[in-house]
């Protein structure tokens, strides 16, 4: 080649001799659409870095540290009134104030519930009511042709962001199951896919109802995590409402881009009710000073299904020695974690006579507090 410079215009290779681009031309013209219907990529982008890799850039910390990645399958999930769907409704404010189009698929609520909470986190009405903002659909079963006609109509639209409140009842209105990994699978190819597209999907889920029992992620099949690019589990750390102020935890179940690790604390949403209206800060979590104290939840944990197992036999309620002896682990530990829960609220300590009994007042579960399970590390000697 008289030119080193030059490159393919077919494949954006170097050109090393006058054959390749003959062949590369023939290639793709013998088997016109070929690399789409078998679903080849070609890196060759990707390889001279033309494709930068993904970074979480939408729902932003107050440190400017984003929690959504672009084109990204999300989900929240976690207990009744935890949060999860104002969490949602924030992400949504957000994208509006960018000047981004929302869609939003509302299985649980209602059009005029969804402007009362878009209008409480200060979404102004004037792009709530626009339709070329702001696409509010509560949809009965659809069928593969319903959702090829949305799918499109949401493309054309320019659709930035995509809502699915909730996952359980979504599935259930098309006749699946969210416990069964096929119908799991099936939701996801048959209307996650299509109708997201390019936009980035963000969907809200529950737990189950039993914490002693819950695995990582949502509840259901397993498939709900697998599918997933990105999983947050919402945890209550501090109860609100319109007039009370409060605040939750966001924890990562799931990063497969690899920003955040699983169970790392990914950020803390404060909320603040302010003049008829709530104030929503994304923060970036606090330092390990900041926190406070370490705590031994994972014994936390133990001790009180152990203290309910004991209440729900009806048997004696144990002192402190016999409480301790309930589980094995280090004996300072053990005591750290047994004051932990008087402290917090969950165990009370009561006399009888020259003992000191425990009862569970309010059972607790590792998965509503922050913390660390390990033991601080001691001093190498």
Not at 73 to 81: A, K, N, Y
Not at 172 to 198: M, S, T, Y
Not at 260 to 277: K, L, W
Request: net charge negative; glycine share 8%.
């Amino acid at each position: 080649m008289d030119d080193p410079s030059a490159t393919c215009l077919t494949c954006g290779a170097q050109l090393l001799d006058t054959d390749h681009q003959d062949w590369c031309e023939n290639r793709v013209r013998v088997r016109p659409g070929a690399a789409d219907a078998f679903g080849r990529i070609e890196l060759s982008s990707i390889v001279r870095g033309d494709a930068t890799p993904l970074q979480p850039s939408m729902f932003q910390r107050d440190d400017g540290q984003g929690l959504l990645y672009v084109g990204g399958r999300h989900d929240v999930h976690g207990p009744p009134g935890s949060g999860k769907s104002m969490t949602a409704a924030e992400a949504a404010r957000e994208e509006l104030e960018a000047r981004g189009r929302v869609a939003v698929f509302d299985y649980e609520s209602t059009g005029m519930m969804f402007v009362e909470r878009m209008r409480a986190l200060g979404a102004p009405d004037d792009v709530l009511a626009d339709p070329d903002r702001v696409m509010y659909l509560n949809p009965v079963k659809l069928s593969s042709q319903d959702v090829e006609t949305l799918a499109q109509v949401l493309a054309d639209w320019g659709v930035k962001l995509i809502i699915v409140d909730a996952v359980g009842p979504a599935m259930a209105r098309q006749g699946l199951d969210e416990n069964a990994n096929p119908d799991i699978a099936k939701w996801h190819a048959d209307f996650v896919e299509p109708v997201r597209g390019d936009a980035t999907a963000l969907l809200v889920d529950h737990v189950s109802r039993d914490a002693a029992s819950r695995t990582r992620g949502s509840r259901g099949g397993w498939m709900k995590l697998q599918l997933l690019d990105v999983s947050y589990g919402v945890r209550s750390f501090k109860s609100f409402s319109r007039t009370k102020e409060g605040m939750l935890r966001l924890v990562c179940a799931k990063d497969r881009f690899g920003t955040y690790a699983v169970n790392e604390h990914v950020a803390d949403v404060e909320v603040t009710p302010c003049d008829g209206r709530v104030d929503v800060t994304v923060r970036a979590p606090a330092t390990q000073d900041e926190a406070g104290p370490w705590k031994p939840t994972g014994l936390m944990q133990k001790l009180s299904i152990e203290l309910e197992r004991r209440q729900a036999a009806e048997e004696p309620d144990p002192d402190r020695g016999q409480t301790l002896d309930l589980i094995a682990g280090r004996a300072a530990y053990k005591r750290q974690a047994l004051d932990a829960l008087i402290d917090g609220g969950h165990v009370k300590a009561y006399p009888d006579g020259r003992h000191v009994r425990h009862h569970v007042i309010k059972p607790y579960r590792e998965q509503d507090d922050e913390g660390p399970d390990d033991a601080p590390k001691e001093a190498s000697t």
